[in-house]
């Protein structure tokens, strides 16, 4: 199982993340700091993981808060 930043981690940055899910650089780096992504943003990084070909699920981001 993975945290909720190994699953960022995935990605080539921080910067990358933002971009692909369209949210502020500063915002990502507040989900790192808490470990955690908020629930209303799964989709839009669901869909940018899809589109890298990067094996995010919902399952795993739910995984990951219950842990």
């Known amino acids: ?3 909720h930043n190994e ?3 995935m990605w080539p ?3 990358s993340v933002s971009m692909d899910v ?3 650089y ?3 780096r507040m989900w790192v ?3 955690n ?3 209303a943003n799964w989709k839009r990084l669901v869909d940018a993981a899809r589109d890298r070909d990067l094996p995010v699920t919902y399952k ?3 995984e990951a808060v219950a842990a």
């Open 37 to 39: 992504i908020p629930a």
């Open 13 to 15: 940055s921080y910067r």
């Open 7 to 9: 699953i960022l981690d």
């Open 26 to 28: 500063s915002l990502v």
């Open 33 to 35: 700091l808490r470990g």
């Open 1 to 3: 199982m993975k945290t």
């Open 60 to 62: 795993m981001l739910a």
């Open 22 to 24: 369209g949210v502020s």
